[in-house]
């Protein structure tokens, strides 16, 4: 089955340390990799995306990610985070279901930036 | 960027009663899908709609649900009978471009 794998639930980090939260897909076909942030109690927005070309994607708010496909992760980072960065991150894929096309998210990361 | 819009931000319902939660997907695309989001957990697929017929359903979207295109433009989700555990955060989304919208706080009390 296509999955979206977060293995990290939480990740706590002192502010202007860098950060990493992983990302890890498993399909078999081409995909369309997302990441969104959640803020308490509020929607999802967008903070970047890969569909094709350029492997390093930068986003919103500092953020970027780099889909490896060898390696089938697309892991988000930033150098540096600041108090306002503590949120929820949700990995998502765009993938083919029989035939359709869906959406699939990770299970999240609540990201709490530490002053 | 374009946006998908969604009505109302929150709605407050009594337990049976029927909700109707609407979208306004991305002119002219074909698809869009509904997600729900129960507090605190993962966002789950409840149904794709393509081309005015359902595609894809999940086991969540069971017979008190329901989609439909009334008028061409906007898109609705409905539940008939509302349960407690219908309590969530209701996305709609553009699944070409993964815009989604700010969603619909359903609160059922």
């Known amino acids: 089955a296509q999955s979206v794998t977060q293995l990290d639930s939480q990740v706590p980090v002192f502010e202007e340390a860098p950060v990493e939260l992983r990302c890890n897909y498993s399909s078999s076909v081409s995909v369309y990799l997302f990441w969104y942030v959640q803020y308490p109690n509020q929607g999802l927005q967008l903070l970047l995306k890969?569909?094709?070309?350029?492997?390093l994607v930068k986003g919103i708010n500092g953020f970027e990610a780099e889909f490896n496909k060898s390696q089938t992760s697309f892991h988000l980072r930033k150098p540096s985070v600041h108090i306002s960065d503590t949120a929820e991150y949700f990995c998502?894929?765009?993938?083919?279901?029989?035939?359709?096309?869906?959406?699939?998210f990770g299970t999240g990361t609540k990201l709490q930036v530490i002053p | 960027e374009p946006e998908v819009t969604q009505t109302p931000s929150h709605q407050v319902t009594q337990m049976g009663q029927e909700v109707i939660l609407r979208c306004v997907p991305i002119?002219?695309?074909?698809?869009f899908y509904w997600y729900r989001q129960i507090l605190g957990q993962k966002v789950e697929f409840l149904v794709s709609f393509y081309n005015n017929e359902i595609s894809e359903k999940s086991e969540i979207f069971d017979d008190q649900f329901s989609v439909e295109r009334p008028d061409g433009s906007n898109f609705t989700l409905k539940i008939r009978s509302t349960k407690l555990e219908d309590s969530a955060m209701y996305f709609c989304a553009s699944p070409m471009t993964a815009f989604f919208g700010q969603g619909t706080r359903l609160t059922v009390v």
């Open positions: 002119s002219n695309h074909l698809y």
């Open positions: 998502a894929a765009l993938m083919n279901s029989g035939g359709y096309q869906k959406v699939t």
């Open positions: 890969y569909l094709s070309g350029s492997t």
